[in-house]
């Protein structure tokens, strides 16, 4: 190992990266908007938007992470000094994610622990969907502090297994995705077999995979397309600049990146096959729904406890299906600390895992107030906001830095440094990145701007405006001005005698 810490082999990193690109919202946010898009249509979208914007954009990040050895802060003052606060914001952005995403965690580990119910629930409608309102007490509005024991504890526990992952940086990391990658492909194996041999189960199949030409005229398919693809491939967000920055000088980029995109399409579609399967087998292909949230923890357990007439079948189903979903979010979790850790420690010249205990213990602390009563109110506003918000203005600004104010055909070369089989073309790596991305990520915020202000009236989710202040708007300020306020730390710290890395591409 070296000093910085460097992937092993090219396969631990491409699956490190594809367990980072591959978390809850390909197991359930994808089968979600897949239902409410005609399936097959959805399908098409996706496809489309992962060629036109995802591959080219998660090149980039890799291939100027590798150039620079650098995490995403350093990457981008590399690009111009100027650009520096674009990578404090997807860093801030993504300290913001795993504050929640870890209570995300925390309760898929709870629901795991809990599938014994599911055998008394047999039929049970109503008591399967409560099940998770009732463990985590939550009033799904502004209101109640308390904190269930038993939420906190799988918390500390999801925390522990993040931490535990991380500790030593990639090499940690890449002996754990040799396990947590595997994993959840051969569990949805399992559900997709017993669910495609459940009567119905091909009535849902045909859904997911037969396009209604009708549906592509409908504007949100492709708002919604193109968001899964964004969010989905852990761009922006701090993550492949990490691991890019430790991926070795003989890598071939180019090849890598399409294995990871593809994979992260292949196992988004074979979660569509359990979804739409088991859903189909149980009469329940109407109540598929795009959130989520709502797909795993009210919607799927009612699925669970419809399986069969044997209790406990149903339940050793529910402990699967929740095993499957925390190896899923696991790699997520690690991954964006990874993307943290790494980008401060590059710029403050600290020692990585110094400032990987401090990201987990600063960020589980705040993680606390999402599980509260009110948590899961408090963590649909920040996880609106820094999705809908914060996510898509990066991702646009790195656009302009990167094509507009730097030689693109610099960060070309470096993709291409070690093609064999497959050479990006110049065309469609530009066109995406200096067009066609920022294109429709901006149209993807109006969108979301104009449904906020004009449909909406400004108000989120019916929640108090001071609570989408304080958890939304005033979080997205602080996100991108943390970079101005990093730069008055590194002024004061220059006077004590800190120096700046001088972060140059330099050319071959």
């Not at 790494?342 to 010249?349: E, L, T």
């Not at 830095?401 to 065309?427: C, D, H, M, Q, S």
């Not at 990145?433 to 979301?448: Q, S």
């Amino acid at each position: 190992m070296e000093k910085r810490g460097m992937w092993s082999s090219r396969v631990t990193f491409i699956l490190a990266a594809v367990g980072s690109a591959v978390g809850l919202g390909n197991a359930w946010r994808f089968p979600g908007l897949a239902a409410k898009h005609g399936g097959g249509t959805f399908l098409v979208v996706y496809l489309f938007a992962m060629l036109a914007m995802g591959i080219p954009l998660l090149m980039m990040e890799i291939a100027i992470a590798r150039k620079f050895r650098k995490g995403a802060i350093e990457s981008m003052r590399g690009i111009g000094k100027k650009w520096e606060p674009v990578g404090w914001a997807a860093t801030s952005n993504a300290f913001v994610i795993v504050c929640y995403y870890s209570v995300v965690f925390a309760w898929v580990i709870l629901m795991f622990v809990n599938s014994w119910q599911f055998a008394g629930m047999t039929h049970d409608n109503e008591a399967a969907s409560g099940l998770f309102m009732n463990l985590t007490e939550s009033t799904a509005a502004i209101e109640g502090s308390s904190i269930p024991g038993v939420v906190l504890l799988c918390l500390l526990v999801a925390w522990g297994l993040i931490f535990f992952c991380i500790r030593n940086g990639a090499k940690s990391v890449g002996k754990v995705v040799k396990f947590t990658v595997f994993a959840p492909v051969i569990l949805l194996v399992i559900m997709a077999i017993k669910g495609c041999t459940m009567p119905g189960a091909m009535d849902g199949i045909k859904i997911l995979f037969v396009p209604d030409i009708s549906a592509f005229s409908d504007a949100t398919l492709w708002v919604d397309a193109i968001g899964q693809v964004f969010y989905s491939l852990s761009i922006m967000m701090a993550i492949m600049f990490a691991y890019g920055s430790y991926v070795g000088d003989d890598a071939d980029i180019a090849a890598d990146a399409m294995i990871i995109a593809f994979s992260d399409m292949a196992i988004s579609v074979l979660s569509g096959v359990v979804m739409f399967s088991t859903m189909g087998g149980t009469g329940m292909l109407d109540q598929i729904t795009a959130s989520g949230i709502g797909t795993a923890f009210f919607v799927y357990p009612q699925a669970i406890v419809n399986l069969t007439d044997i209790g406990w079948f149903n339940a050793v189903f529910g402990a699967v299906f929740y095993l499957m979903l925390i190896t899923l979010a696991i790699d997520s979790a690690f991954s964006i600390v990874e993307g943290i850790s790494a980008s401060v420690a590059d710029k403050f010249h600290l020692k990585p895992k110094t400032v990987t205990i401090a990201v987990c213990a600063i960020s589980g602390l705040i993680s606390i107030v999402f599980v509260t009563q009110a948590g899961l109110a408090w963590l649909d506003i920040v996880d609106n906001w820094a999705n809908s918000v914060n996510l898509i203005i990066v991702g646009v600004l790195e656009c302009i830095a990167i094509g507009w104010t730097f030689n693109l055909r610099k960060v070309l070369k470096e993709v291409n440094r070690n093609a064999k089989r497959f050479v990006t073309p110049y065309w469609w790596f530009a066109g995406s990145i200096k067009f066609i991305a920022p294109v429709l990520l901006a149209g993807m915020f109006v969108w979301n701007m104009v449904t906020l202000f004009v449909k909406n009236g400004g108000s989120y989710g019916g929640y108090p405006i001071w609570a989408q202040i304080v958890a939304g708007w005033a979080v997205s300020v602080l996100v991108f001005v943390s970079g101005f306020i990093a730069k008055l730390v590194v002024n004061k710290k220059k006077k004590e005698g800190f120096i700046e890395d001088e972060v140059v591409w330099e050319d071959d």
